[in-house]
């Protein structure tokens, strides 16, 4: 079956860090740019990151550049974030998503999303 | 940075009603980057078009994109019950950014 399953949510302090997986299956994951896109309770979407294929590229939205690390292992399918000095507004859903990238560029699929709550 | 406004905020409608939705961006972008996708509560989005007006797999022919310079619109021909939920708009390429989402609410 085709499908993105991201884990590692949960509930941590201001300032703690968290470490969010997304397994891949079914798909040739080292063949995609992959995403992270989150969303704030009762908001809007937002992209955070993304990664190219062999890991050589990756972007950040500003306002977790030099807190957020993404990073993929494509010999375990897996994409990772690695999310630092967590603020109270980083609290959201965190969903994997792939890129699907060619004439078109576009997030194809996309996980369930693992919540992620930063409070005291 | 690109930025994506979406209009309007909220869209109240009946079933079988047509439903236009629009994107507008803050610099020219190409059509080919250009998606929308639809959220129900508790879900994940889910895309309906990409490049701007190619339907993805599944999604009913009474979906439709269009673009028009840096302003792009979805069409819903006629409302189903089901289409009732968040509509976003959103870029790839030099810079990864959502519409703030048009809310599709029964009238």
């Known amino acids: 079956e085709v499908q993105l399953v991201e884990s590692g949510g949960g509930l941590v302090q201001p300032g703690g860090s968290l470490r969010l997986s997304c397994a891949a299956s079914?798909?040739?994951?080292?063949?995609?740019?992959m995403s992270w896109v989150r969303q704030a309770p009762g908001k809007g979407l937002e992209w955070v990151a993304n990664?190219?294929?062999?890991?050589?590229?990756?972007h950040y939205v500003d306002s977790v550049k030099g807190r957020f690390t993404i990073s993929r292992d494509n010999t375990k399918n897996s994409l990772y974030l690695q999310m630092n000095s967590l603020r109270a507004e980083d609290t959201a859903v965190y969903y994997c998503?792939?890129?699907?990238?060619?004439?078109?560029?576009?997030?194809?699929?996309w996980g369930r999303g693992t919540l992620v709550t930063v409070s005291s | 940075e690109i930025v994506l406004t979406q209009s309007p905020g909220t869209l109240s409608l009946s079933p079988g009603e047509r439903a236009t939705l629009a994107c507008r961006a803050s610099?020219?972008?190409?059509?080919?980057?250009l998606a929308w996708f639809q959220q129900k509560p508790g879900q994940a989005p889910r895309l309906l078009i990409y490049?701007?007006?190619n339907r993805a797999t599944g999604i009913p022919d009474r979906f439709s994109g269009s673009a028009s310079g840096t302003d792009f619109t979805l069409t819903i021909s006629r409302l189903e019950p089901e289409d009732f939920a968040v509509y976003y708009c959103?870029?790839?390429?030099?810079?990864?950014?959502f519409g703030q989402g048009t809310k599709v609410v029964i009238k």
């Open positions: 959103q870029h790839c390429g030099s810079s990864w950014t």
């Open positions: 610099q020219s972008v190409s059509s080919s980057y």
């Open positions: 490049g701007a007006s």
């Open positions: 998503v792939r890129e699907k990238k060619g004439f078109y560029w576009y997030f194809d699929l």
């Open positions: 990664l190219k294929q062999d890991g050589s590229e990756k």
């Open positions: 079914g798909i040739t994951f080292n063949a995609y740019w």
